[in-house]
């Protein structure tokens, strides 16, 4: 057989093999898998991912986490979504929230005795009391004022201040771990030589820690 023919009929068998493979595995199988799990996800649940970005890198490495971002979960009309500070706050289908974590990797957590504190009445408050930050920038400073908020301050508030629970304690920026070149570099990018060590703040991993909360879905064990 000539070599151009037999490049050919190899070229035939990879077509055919990859297209088995594809109608053996479709994506309706990983589309369910994700279904499954949403099942699982209830109103309230907060929710953690890690993304790719300098700053991103820079929180995960400061608090000694994997995780460098949080929302809270909305169940709205029986489907699922993300009450997130970006830029600026707003709310997001969850579906579409786990595309920009690093992996599509999240963890969903429950505060534990959520079926007796968090009945209707409280969870409308939570979310009244959130509605106020909606369409806020995204705090570039990591300051506890309202004028701007980041992530993990606005979980930590609405939870505060909609369900009286405080998830953890807040820390002063110089217990965290400032000492990294990638974290230097975002601090000195942030704020020169004036870094607020004794501002008040709540990261990510320490949420995730709250030993209010126990594990819904852990997608980084599957």
Same mark, same amino acid.
Not at 64 to 77: A, L, N, P, T, V
Not at 114 to 139: C, E, H, I, R, W
């Given at each position: 057989?000539?070599?151009?023919?037999?490049?050919?009929?190899?070229?035939?068998?990879?077509?055919?093999?990859?297209?088995?493979?594809?109608?053996?595995?479709? *994506?309706?199988?990983?589309? *369910?898998?994700?279904?499954?799990?949403?099942?699982?996800?209830?109103?309230?649940?907060?929710?953690?991912?890690?993304?790719?970005?300098?700053?991103?890198?820079?929180?995960?490495?400061?608090?000694?986490? *994997?995780?460098?971002?949080?929302?809270?979960?909305?169940?709205?009309?029986?489907?699922?979504?993300?009450?997130?500070?970006?830029?600026?706050?707003?709310?997001?289908?969850?579906?579409?929230?786990?595309?920009?974590?690093?992996?599509?990797?999240?963890?969903?957590?429950?505060?534990?005795?959520?079926?007796?504190?968090?009945?209707?009445?409280?969870?409308?408050?939570?979310?009244?009391?959130?509605?106020?930050?909606?369409?806020?920038?995204?705090?570039?400073?990591?300051?506890?004022?309202?004028?701007?908020?980041?992530?993990?301050?606005?979980?930590?508030?609405?939870?505060?201040?909609?369900?009286?629970?405080?998830?953890?304690?807040?820390?002063?920026?110089?217990?965290?771990?400032?000492?990294?070149?990638?974290? *230097?570099?975002?601090?000195?990018?942030?704020?020169?030589?004036?870094?607020?060590?004794?501002?008040?703040?709540?990261?990510?991993?320490?949420?995730?820690?709250?030993?209010?909360?126990?594990?819904?879905?852990?997608?980084?064990?599957?």
């Amino acid at each position: 057989m000539k070599k151009a023919g037999l490049l050919a009929v190899l070229l035939l068998i990879a077509i055919a093999v990859f297209g088995k493979i594809n109608s053996v595995v479709p *994506k309706k199988v990983f589309l *369910k898998a994700n279904q499954s799990e949403f099942s699982l996800i209830h109103d309230g649940d907060i929710i953690f991912q890690s993304s790719e970005s300098p700053q991103c890198e820079a929180v995960r490495i400061a608090t000694r986490s *994997k995780f460098s971002h949080c929302g809270i979960i909305y169940d709205i009309k029986g489907e699922k979504y993300v009450y997130e500070a970006v830029q600026p706050v707003s709310i997001s289908p969850l579906k579409d929230w786990i595309k920009h974590g690093k992996g599509n990797y999240y963890l969903v957590k429950r505060l534990k005795n959520a079926p007796k504190v968090l009945n209707k009445a409280t969870l409308d408050k939570m979310k009244s009391y959130g509605n106020q930050f909606k369409g806020k920038d995204y705090d570039l400073y990591f300051g506890w004022g309202d004028d701007r908020i980041y992530c993990s301050e606005l979980v930590w508030k609405i939870y505060k201040n909609g369900a009286n629970i405080e998830l953890c304690k807040l820390e002063k920026m110089k217990h965290f771990n400032l000492t990294d070149p990638k974290v *230097k570099a975002v601090l000195a990018e942030r704020y020169g030589n004036k870094v607020p060590l004794e501002e008040l703040v709540v990261a990510p991993s320490q949420l995730a820690d709250s030993p209010f909360l126990e594990t819904v879905v852990d997608t980084y064990k599957n």
